[in-house]
């Protein structure tokens, strides 16, 4: 049974900065590739951050470049998202996720592409 965790968020002001966290049980993150999507109310979920299963490549939304960083610690098996320099529109719920797919070596952007997702996390930027 593959589990996934995320942790870290919160209410933050404006301009502060976070460090959500997924851990992974069941499943190693070496040969996956992974993402961060998020949530805001009547809204469809979106890509935030992408990872290729070696980290050497990543992605961004670019309502998020230059402020977030995703980031993957396989010996931890744990996947992580450092935000800086929030804003009010980056309150929503942020999910993790992870492709069961353990020989692709690109990045996927689609939700339809992840195959397990964590609960999620709360996220709130006060202005």
């Known amino acids: 049974q593959v589990q996934l965790v995320e942790s870290g968020g919160g209410l933050v002001q404006a301009g502060g900065s976070l460090r959500l966290s997924c851990a992974a049980s069941g499943r190693t993150f070496i040969n996956s590739a992974v993402g961060w999507f998020r949530q805001a109310p009547g809204k469809e979920r979106e890509f935030v951050a992408v990872?290729?299963?070696?980290?050497?490549?990543?992605d961004y939304a670019n309502s998020v470049k230059g402020r977030f960083t995703i980031s993957k610690d396989n010996a931890q098996n744990t996947l992580y998202l450092q935000m800086s320099s929030l804003k009010a529109e980056d309150t929503a719920v942020y999910f993790c996720?992870?492709?069961?797919?353990?020989?692709?070596?690109?990045?996927?952007?689609?939700?339809?592409?992840?195959?397990?997702w964590g609960q999620g996390t709360q996220v709130t930027v006060s202005s």
């Open positions: 990872s290729s299963r070696s980290g050497g490549r990543t």
């Open positions: 996720a992870a492709s069961k797919e353990t020989f692709y070596t690109g990045i996927y952007y689609r939700r339809t592409e992840y195959d397990y």
